[in-house]
């Protein structure tokens, strides 16, 4: 079954960096797409970012620019680049994953991501 972890959360400034892991088990499919979600108290959760097997990356508009979605297959691990914080940032970012997605982009759709990591809390605040 696949499993995934999250790290790399914390507490950082405004205008300050962080990079979140997602370290994945269990992944056997060749086609899958795996994205960031955040939740922040009394808000629901929404997507940040997301990438496919097919090479397509998205963004949602209040972090493009500033966050980048990468992954490194060798470690079976999806990152984060958060740069240019802010505190509106703040919540707790979760990764998640469907597998056997043969879209070319991500769906928009979170009830379709059926794996989750357990979370990791960023704070920004000064």
């Known amino acids: 079954q696949l499993q995934l972890v999250e790290s790399g959360g914390g507490l950082v400034q405004p205008g300050g960096s962080l990079r979140l892991s997602c370290a994945a088990s269990?992944?056997?499919?060749?086609?899958?797409?795996i994205g960031w979600f955040r939740q922040a108290p009394e808000k629901e959760r929404e997507g940040v970012s997301c990438?496919?097997?097919?090479?397509?990356?998205s963004y949602a508009d209040s972090v493009k620019g500033r966050f980048t979605i990468s992954r490194d297959n060798a470690k079976n691990t999806v990152y984060l680049q958060m740069n240019s914080l802010k505190s509106e940032d703040t919540a707790v970012y979760y990764c998640?994953?469907?597998?056997?997605?043969?879209?070319?982009?991500?769906?928009?759709?979170?009830?379709?991501?059926?794996?989750w990591g357990q979370g990791t809390q960023v704070t920004v605040s000064s």
């Open positions: 990438l496919s097997s097919r090479g397509s990356t």
């Open positions: 998640a994953a469907i597998e056997h997605w043969y879209g070319s982009a991500c769906p928009r759709d979170p009830r379709l991501f059926d794996s």
């Open positions: 269990g992944f056997t499919v060749d086609f899958y797409a």
